[in-house]
């Protein structure tokens, strides 16, 4: 038999008990053991004998649970058995102080312990702070979490937190025992700071917690506050308990000097370049680039030698000068800041287009200019400014008036140039450039052009409107005049409809141009009366004409009531809508040449440009809602004229400076609010706008005189 067994072990691989080919498998490990304390719950305020309860999960036979406090921990009481997975002990929590404490449970044998269980001790029945977070001696930046416990409070206590016995915040309720606070420390010094809590309505305070501070902290290094600088400056600044790869960016008040500068060695370095700043006193400021503490303020005053004298333009950022080119103006004066003036002796200023002038030198830096706009100036633009400084007699600048109107209109097709100085309107082909036509508009600022039979209506504002047509020479008054009696400010056409504003007796006039047959060779029918009227009273100024389905429209702007103006010319209706929050015409000097606006056949809104406050407007054609207000009052100049496109892009510029300098301003604000400088663009190319066109997202901008013709920007 044996020899039996031991064949079966060899030759078939047999499997004896215990594992092994043919054999039962080995039985798995039995489960670790797991203990939870199951009572008091956690955050549970106790007193008294207390009873703790356990869990035991897979308990080994015989097993025992030693009951913990604090860690680290004290024994409550003998190891108790475990029964049927669970077992309990009683404690008596007046052996321990009152405030926090911690429970937990251990089985003997070392095989498994709990996870602790705050709960409050309240048995005393006096009132005790203590805070629990941070802990003595932490480090802390930004915003802090303070937590305190408050022991035997009464119902709807609150906790005051400190800092050195300032309060941090307002009183912190007390929930559930706890109460907790936010401390920005931004703007709190670094170093060693005292924490506390007192309860609100008592004297119970907390033992003090000692922390430190951290925050990142910028300071100029170069130059000292008070230097006078010149030249190329370097600015300098250390950044402590900064994070790494930090920057900093340096500032000349608003603007930003450079890009971020990297902290290296714990200090940023900037090359500031005074010569492209004005002399006198800057703020200058370096910001930890993502921090709201990293901060260092100083105050430099800039001097550099004058090598040139300066322009109005460069100095006087937004003066816009002579703002009433229809009418004779009042004498006006304004003051031209620059360096080193002399009395300028007798003949050594120079203006064109105005006479008689006064001068005064208030000081070195100032002198004050008094002068008189004549009437006949029918060329708004600017004139030249040259007068006695340091550096002998010079060109130092120019008078600038304010376009009355947008000098370039379109079609398809064709670009309208109005040159009023040449008393003309130039027609050139927009695929070609080439000019081809020349029509005669002698004494017009304002015009527009019909869509489909290219018809051109004209105003001058001390007359009437006059229909110009094709073949006209040069100097020639075209066809068609309205009554002198009713100066016409603003005229627009489309589809023969012309809208016509006569703010001197509150009117918006309408004329069917296709039902007159003009005579070329007399001047033409003159209009004795418009086809129609809307006595819509105010001042009304200018006008803008559109269509919507079978409807035609005209829009305008009453600049005395403050109010936008929409006629439906079809159904013979108007209403109006508040202009709220802008001045108006008879709070400003400049009369109606400083309220425009514009829109387009395909775009869907109006858009209400007030040059003196330097805001846009733009409103829904249609209803009147407000859609928008643009503040302008960001750029360095004064928009004074703006242009609407079919998809609701808008164009701004100023009408300033003689053509040749560099000196044009142009901004482009897309159909969400966005708004681009385009100024770079012609000051690269030595052009100054004074007629604008936007089509297709793309600014054309014209300039009479030396660059008639149309070029686009991007």
Known sequence: MKRLVLLCFVLAGCSGPGGGNGGPPNPPPPPRPSVSITTPAPGAQVSGMTTIAASVQNPPAGAMLQFKLDNPSTNIGLPVPVTNGSTSTGWNSASASDGPHTLSASLTDGSATSSPVSVMVANTGVSSVSITSPPPGAMLSGTANLNATCVNCPAGSSVQFKYDGNNIGGPASVVSGTASQQWNTVGILNGSHFLSAQLVGSTVTSQPVAVTLANPQVTFITPPTGSIVSGNVTLSASCSNCP???????????NNIGGPAQVAGGVATRIWDTSQVGNGSHTLTAQLVGSLSGVDIIVVTVSNPITQAPRIDSISRKWFGMVCPFVLCQTRSFTVTGANFV?????????????????????????????????????????????????????????????????????????????????????????????????????FTLFDVDNLSTTIVASSGTGGMAVLQSGLPSGSGGVGYDAPIEPVMGTAILDGIVCAAK?????????????HNFNTSTGGDQFQDFDSNYDVGGQPFPVVRWKSGNDQYCGSVDVAGNRLLILNLTAQTWFDVPINGLRSASELAFDEVGFKLATNQGASVVAYLHVADEKLLVFNRQTGNLIRTKDLSHLDWVPTQHSVGEDGTIAVWRFDTTPGVGLGHVAKISSSGTLTDLSGQLQRISFAADGVYVEGGVVYVTNHGVYPNVIPLN
């Open 503 to 515: 703010p001197q007796n509150g009117r918006v006039g309408v004329i069917n141009i296709l039902t």
């Open 343 to 443: 009395a300028p002796p007798e003949g050594s200023i120079h203006f064109s287009g105005m006479t008689p002038f006064t001068w005064s030198v208030i000081s070195a830096t100032q002198i004050r200019l008094d002068y008189f706009i004549a009437g006949s100036n029918n060329n708004p633009g600017d004139s030249l400014l040259g007068f006695e400084n340091s550096f002998g007699i010079s060109n130092f600048g120019h008078v600038v008036y304010v376009s009355p109107g947008n000098n370039l209109r379109a079609t398809t097709t064709r670009f309208y140039v109005l040159d009023p100085g040449a008393r003309r309107i130039a027609v050139y082909d927009r695929a070609t450039q080439d000019q081809i036509e020349e029509i005669g508009a002698t004494g």
């Open 244 to 254: 790494q790869n930090s920057s900093i960016q340096f500032q000349d008040g608003p």
